[in-house]
């Protein structure tokens, strides 16, 4: 992973975190929809997230030399 790709992973991860800390800060949201919103993001960088690792662990082993 070269340099430039971390800083970016680092800055997004930053941005989701203070994002989800403004959205659990905000007295006017209700808690069930706090839960609901975290909920679904989570999902949804999950659906985003695993397949890219299991193609890349597969990706690995299919280019491994013996």
């Keep these: 992973m070269t ?6 992973l ?5 941005l989701i975190v203070v ?4 959205l ?6 209700p808690l069930e929809a ?3 919103l975290t909920g679904l993001n989570a999902l949804g960088w ?3 997230i695993l397949p ?3 193609v890349n662990q597969w990706l ?3 280019t491994r030399k013996d």
């Design 3 to 8: 340099k430039r790709s971390k800083l970016g």
């Design 10 to 14: 680092a800055v997004l991860v930053t």
């Design 19 to 22: 994002a989800h800390i403004g």
């Design 24 to 29: 659990w800060r905000d007295p006017d949201i």
């Design 34 to 36: 706090k839960r609901r």
């Design 46 to 48: 999950a659906v985003i």
């Design 52 to 54: 890219v690792f299991a």
């Design 60 to 62: 690995k082993a299919k």
